[in-house]
């Protein structure tokens, strides 16, 4: 059943229908529609209810355009971008000069505090400033209508939430000066987060979005397997009864060949699977205009060549390093860990951290003291760790970060000193480390860093000033196949609100587990998505003083931390569980 009304509730002027928002997702099936504007009506009641009717669940915002001077509704906008603001904005006060009738008309100055910004390809930004904008209003037949203001909308962010979904889209990595290499593979997808109006055709919307490309951040790193200018041809998408997808792509799309064409039916079908969460897409169909068929791809071939659990495979384990200073590791149900074979679980070598391959077969530590970086096999018959990095840093609070790798096999790690800090990168975890630029990063001090398994995106936790902030960086490769030259560019906030964060770790294709404590406040740990947008997933239960944490990119598998308890481990729909009263630095492959 579909529900009508207003889409906010006035706390002044006269009566209207009661506000929906405040329900937001109590009901998928409800709808909010604005109300048109009411004869007579003073300039400010216009315009408030122009910003009620921005918050209605109409495809193309039909009773907003009501509000709207001639003029102004063939002009206007409305999706060239959302302003997100704490709380929806308000009318100046009556009376004051801002608010003022001039001798074409009458202008309403809007005011309020901006969180965020998300653009023309429904990239979200956050962005803390103060907002202000003016509309004005002119008399059409005896009525006041607005004819000048902002494109764009400006929404709440209670009315943002429940109008707007996040949504990844996905596209391929691109490594460039490396690609020829056949570790990089070609069908490494990328996850690229954006916001679309969950109610208004979502699969359309979702696919629609995919064929705009990548987000201008991801761009330079990421391509899509479309032909350029290709659209679809029907209007409305939406799956069959066996929850199949029959798309429909414009003549840019009919030559692609067999592989190419799996390749851009595996991008649908990721994206489209994040928009409709309650159906599993068990195919989707690529057809020509005419209704041919382009080619065909099953769920369980998508996930078995392009999914995460292709690329990484993964066992039960968990690593963490115990009381005596060795990695061991543990299933997700056992307290017991057993030491790791091979040198780096013996005990000879003491370690403060560690890093362990995807293919778990070969591990990262970093020394007790933090100056030297072993690389070793977890294999009983080898007998030696090899030091592939010795920092100079003189105080043990410097030195080497914790170890981290990518899903390409290569060794990543930052080394600080009093100067400031390196990146480093060790293909495959041999020979000589290669120096990463990190343009803009000066003096500022790398914390710790964790690489994303697709070799493109990095998270950094930056110090600068005393304060710990949590940074994403897209890792940009250039020179040549013998020579590479790699750098992490276009470092973005993820966790803005945060004052001091203490750890983070990677917990799905664009999602980070993050603990940190805001400005006055206590520790916390939170997902945030990699824009810098709080997740809309599960409140995490507290657990005390925790220095680190892993999870997996499978996000199946449970959260381990070291907390004041020792290692704890918590698993999905449970609560902390103490595992080991002795040990630090939890991760998981990766």
């Known amino acids: 059943m579909l529900l009508a009304g207003c889409a906010s509730m006035p706390d002044e002027g006269e009566s209207l229908p009661v506000d929906q928002a405040s329900r937001a997702d109590a009901d998928s099936q409800v709808r909010v529609y604005g109300v048109p504007p009411q004869d007579g009506a003073q300039p400010t009641d ?46 100046a006060p009556e009376g004051i000069p801002a608010n003022r009738e001039d001798a074409k008309g009458f202008t309403v100055t809007l005011e309020g505090t901006q ?19 003016t509309m004005h209003l002119v008399r059409e037949k005896g009525q006041w209508r607005i004819d000048r203001l902002p494109n764009g909308l400006v929404l709440g962010l209670p009315d943002f939430q429940r109008i707007y979904q996040p949504v990844n889209k996905y596209y391929f990595a691109s490594y460039k000066s490396e690609a020829g290499e056949p570790r990089a593979g070609k069908d490494v997808l990328v996850a690229d987060p954006v916001y679309l109006r969950q109610r208004i ?34 209007p409305t998408l939406t799956l069959d009864d066996s929850n199949a997808l029959r798309v429909r792509l414009s003549k840019e799309a009919t030559g692609a060949d067999g592989n190419q064409c799996r390749r851009m039916a595996a991008q649908v079908l990721f994206t489209v699977q994040g928009m409709a969460r309650a159906s599993k897409v068990s195919e989707v169909e690529l057809q020509k205009n005419s209704g041919d068929s382009l080619c065909k791809l099953k769920q369980e071939e998508a996930a078995d060549r392009f999914g995460q659990q292709a690329r990484v495979r993964h066992t039960a384990l968990e690593y963490y390093v115990d009381g005596d200073h060795r990695v061991v590791s543990m299933t997700d149900t056992a307290t017991d860990a057993t030491p790791v074979p091979g040198p780096l679980g013996t005990g000879k070598i003491a370690l403060r951290s560690v890093g362990v391959a995807h293919g778990e077969e070969t591990a990262a530590g970093v020394s007790l003291n933090g100056r030297a970086l072993y ?15 010795r920092s100079k840093a003189k105080n043990e609070t410097d030195g080497l970060t914790a170890p981290s790798w990518d899903g390409l096999g290569d060794l990543w790690i930052a ?15 041999k020979g000589e480390p290669q120096e ?50 790699l750098s992490v560019q276009a470092l973005r906030p993820i966790a803005p609100q945060l ?18 404590r805001e400005s006055g406040g206590v520790q916390q740990m939170q997902f945030m998505e990699t824009d810098g947008s709080a997740s809309n997933t599960q409140t995490l239960p507290g657990v005390n003083g925790v220095e680190a944490v892993a999870a997996s990119e499978d996000e199946t598998r449970p959260l381990i931390a070291d907390a004041d308890e020792g290692i704890v481990r918590l698993p999905v729909d449970a609560n902390w569980k103490t595992v080991a009263t002795r040990g630090t630095a939890p991760v998981y492959p990766g």
Do not use: C
Request: charged fraction near 25%; avoid cysteine.
């Open 46 to 91: 216009i315009v408030r209810g122009f910003l009620d009717a921005l918050t209605s669940d109409e495809a193309n915002l039909r009773t907003a355009k009501q509000y709207l001077a001639a003029p102004a509704r063939k002009t206007w906008q409305p999706f060239a971008t959302t302003k997100v603001l704490q709380e929806r904005p308000k009318a």
């Open 375 to 389: 690389v070793a096999a977890l294999d009983e018959m080898s007998k030696r760790a090899e030091v592939r990095l």
């Open 201 to 234: 055709d979502p699969v359309t919307a979702s696919v629609n979005a995919l064929l705009q490309g990548p987000t201008n951040w991801l761009h330079q790193v990421a391509v899509s397997a479309f032909p350029r200018d290709t659209h679809v041809t029907r």
């Open 415 to 429: 080394d600080r000193d009093g100067d400031g800090s390196r990146l480093l990168r060790l293909r495959s975890g």
């Open 499 to 516: 004052e001091d964060v203490v750890a983070a770790s990677w917990a799905g294709d664009s999602r980070l587990v993050v603990v940190g």
């Open 115 to 133: 969180v965020a910004t998300v653009d023309r390809k429904h990239a979200y930004t956050p962005q803390e400033k103060a907002y202000h904008e």
């Open 436 to 485: 990463v630029a990190v343009p803009g990063l000066g003096k500022r001090r790398i914390k710790s860093i964790r690489v994303a398994s697709d070799g493109i995106r990095i998270a950094m936790l930056i110090e600068d000033k005393g304060r710990t902030t949590l940074q994403l960086g897209r890792v940009e490769r250039g020179g040549t196949a013998m020579n590479p030259k």
